[in-house]
């Protein structure tokens, strides 16, 4: 009997294993092939709008991602610099071959953990309480926990036109016994599908016809820990081209083929990561879609193709591939496909994402109907820190929508479900002026504490650092300064010629473009960049974050009334039929929760605050 089994060694199962076996549990980890462990079947990059603010939060709960990723990044750019600091995140294009192995790495060196390659055939429960898996060999392995994390495996085919093929991505096993055995025991399970774009030999590529997309130098890293990262000269860059009028013209005249309009496709496909031949239907007026050249490893002279994944049989592909600007003589090194596998409907998980039917079960990554590294990762972490605290007696970890995007994540799916793959957005994010790449650790490093995955010296440098944000506000509030000499000539350069006289410098930060560093170098006081940075920030947006906070506030009020699992809905008069099951079908643990499910109006809020108050007055729990 071992404390916790991770099934799968992708995003999730990484950081699941790791975050359990960190925090002194026997764990062991099953993959199908453990060379494949932390591989990136898809696009070779980390971070972007949503996902970056993620892998922070990750790394600030004392997740491994962050690192792993600033380790083996090719390029690093910092999105959306020129917008508000809700919207800035960090994309890394990542060597994702060096990637895996980093990963590997960790795992193989990591206490308490032992990773083995086999087939998980089935879920073992008894009395709706986890015992443990049956693999394909006949062994059984018994289990305190258990963590499912097996993303786009489970009963998997990939497609290229009509052509089907029983196997997971990158011709890897694929097992139809797993989700029959969930299904045996109760789950509902659907189906999804995604695609991957080509490969070409980058060398067969003419880059004189692409557009340059280079990194940028922010010095701006996933991890707090991370020390340096490579110099803007060190990284390699990207390009980017546009489709042709050729390439519409030939995908719309064999849309048949494609597994997509042929029938093939049963599952359904990312809305915001289509083909291109859904790009080419869906967006007919656009005349032309981007398309990112992306290098793929140090050790591989392979691009991705981002942007112009099919399921065009392979005569097609090459004709479309072809009528790109550069790829006239390109050398297809992997053809493009699509594939389909079994997900579990999400809205069967409680927040902590342990499963309603079988206790000690927990499920994370794209079995619960997400898609990407980040939104996988995210959701392991949670898991194995869930599965951990049930075994240690700790308070399960529950993230708020204002606290991090991981749980407007996971609340989304537990509470609204998802009919595709489901993928983080800054949109989804009613406080996103709250949940923004800087603040991370503000906002989770007491979590990672709490829960044992934050070191002592770690936590030190943590507190430090907000004891000298804390320090400098105070020093620059407390600040009256003249305008003369280099102030003067400061405020000159920056549009201010006409100020005079005096001013307060905490007052003067608030103004655009006026950086703490350079008022705090005129104090005599040198900072480091990454600090002056977050001071810019904090005092800038200060009445846009108190706003933010604000309005939060509410959503924490109501978050904090909780709601008993056993209620049952039918039996409250005023609530609406729909609301009645819904509720019944989602059983809230908050009336937060419960304010957010889709058919559940505010009036059937306000019947169930009178509800709860009625409840408290009968002095039953509710
Ligand atoms: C072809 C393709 C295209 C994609 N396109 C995109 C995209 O465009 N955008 C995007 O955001 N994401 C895309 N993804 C998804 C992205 O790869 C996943 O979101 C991410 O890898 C999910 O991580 P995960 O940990 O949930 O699962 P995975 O990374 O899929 O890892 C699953 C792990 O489980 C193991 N496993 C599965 N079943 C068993 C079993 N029975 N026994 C033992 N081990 C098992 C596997 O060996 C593997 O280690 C794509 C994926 C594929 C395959």
């Not at 990194?215 to 340096?228: H, V």
């Not at 981002?306 to 600007?325: A, C, K, N, V």
């Not at 920056?494 to 103004?511: C, P």
């Amino acid at each position: 009997m071992v404390d916790v089994i991770v099934v799968g060694g992708g995003h999730a199962g990484c950081e699941s294993a790791l975050a359990t076996a960190r925090l002194g549990l026997e764990t062991v980890l099953f993959s199908l092939d453990k060379n494949w462990i932390a591989s990136m079947p898809c696009n070779p990059s980390i971070g972007g709008p949503a996902k970056g603010v993620v892998v922070r939060e990750i790394d600030a709960l004392g997740g491994q991602m962050g690192i792993s990723a600033d380790a083996t990044a090719l390029q690093f750019k910092m999105l959306n610099t020129t917008k508000g600091p809700g919207v800035r995140s960090l994309r890394v294009q990542s060597d994702k071959i060096a990637y895996k192995k980093y990963m590997q790495n960790v795992l193989a060196n990591q206490k308490n953990l032992t990773v083995r390659e086999a087939v998980v055939e089935k879920v073992l429960a008894n009395d709706n309480k986890i015992e443990g898996v049956l693999l394909q060999s006949g062994e059984i392995v018994k289990c305190k926990t258990l963590i499912l994390t097996t993303g786009t495996y489970m009963n998997s085919k990939v497609m290229v036109s009509d052509h089907i093929t029983y196997e997971g991505p990158d011709h890897q096993k694929t097992t139809k016994n797993l989700s029959q055995s969930l299904r045996d025991l109760g789950f509902k399970t659907f189906r999804l599908k995604t695609g991957t774009p080509a490969r070409i030999k980058t060398d067969s590529i003419d880059f004189s016809c692409a557009q340059l997309e280079p990194g940028n130098d922010e010095a701006e890293a996933f991890s707090y820990q991370t020390e340096r990262i490579a110099e803007i000269k060190e990284q390699i860059p990207c390009y980017l081209i546009y489709t042709q009028p050729l390439t519409h013209k030939i995908i719309k005249e064999n849309l048949n083929k494609s597994s997509m309009y042929s029938g093939v496709v049963e599952g359904v496909g990312p809305r915001y990561c289509p083909s291109i031949e859904d790009k080419i239907v869906r967006f007919a007026d656009k005349e032309r879609h981007q398309i990112f050249l992306e290098p793929e490893s140090l050790s591989l002279d392979t691009t991705y193709v981002q942007g112009f994944s099919t399921s065009m049989p392979y005569d097609i592909q090459e004709q479309m591939l072809r009528s790109l600007p550069g790829f006239k003589d390109c050398v297809i090194e992997k053809y493009a496909y699509a594939i389909e596998y079994d997900a579990i409907d999400p809205l069967q998980l409680k927040p902590t994402l342990e499963t309603k039917l079988i206790e000690g079960l927990f499920t994370a990554g794209q079995i619960n109907g997400t898609s990407g590294y980040e939104e996988a990762a995210g959701q392991g972490l949670i898991a194995g820190i869930n599965a951990a605290s049930k075994l240690l007696g700790k308070k399960p970890l529950v993230l708020r929508r204002d606290e991090a995007y991981i749980g407007v994540m996971i609340d989304d799916l537990v509470t609204k479900g998802t009919k595709e793959p489901y993928r983080l957005l800054t949109s989804r994010a009613e406080y996103r002026l709250l949940l923004r790449h800087d603040n991370a650790d503000q906002r989770l490093t007491e979590y990672g504490r709490y829960y044992g995955l934050i070191s002592d010296e770690r936590y030190e440098r943590y507190k430090n650092k907000l004891s000298d944000l804390q320090k400098y506000k105070d020093i620059l509030m407390d600040s009256k300064l003249s305008i003369e000499n280099q102030l003067a000539s400061y405020l000159c350069e920056k549009g201010y010629s006409d100020s005079k006289g005096s001013i307060n410098a905490y007052e003067l930060i608030r103004r655009p473009n006026i950086e703490s560093k350079v008022i705090l170098s005129i104090l005599g006081i040198n900072i480091d960049d990454k600090l002056a940075r977050q001071l810019d920030i904090e005092i800038k947006y200060e009445g846009y974050i108190a706003k933010a906070k604000r309005e939060a506030a509410n959503l924490i009020r109501i978050e904090k009334q909780q709601l008993s699992p056993d209620i049952d809905y039918s039996k409250i008069d005023n609530l609406s039929l729909e609301a009645r099951q819904k509720l019944n079908e989602v059983k809230p643990l908050t009336l937060g929760q419960a304010s957010r499910i889709s058919g559940v109006n505010p009036s059937d809020i306000i019947t169930l605050q009178i509800y709860l108050k009625q409840e408290k007055k009968d002095g039953k729990e509710a």
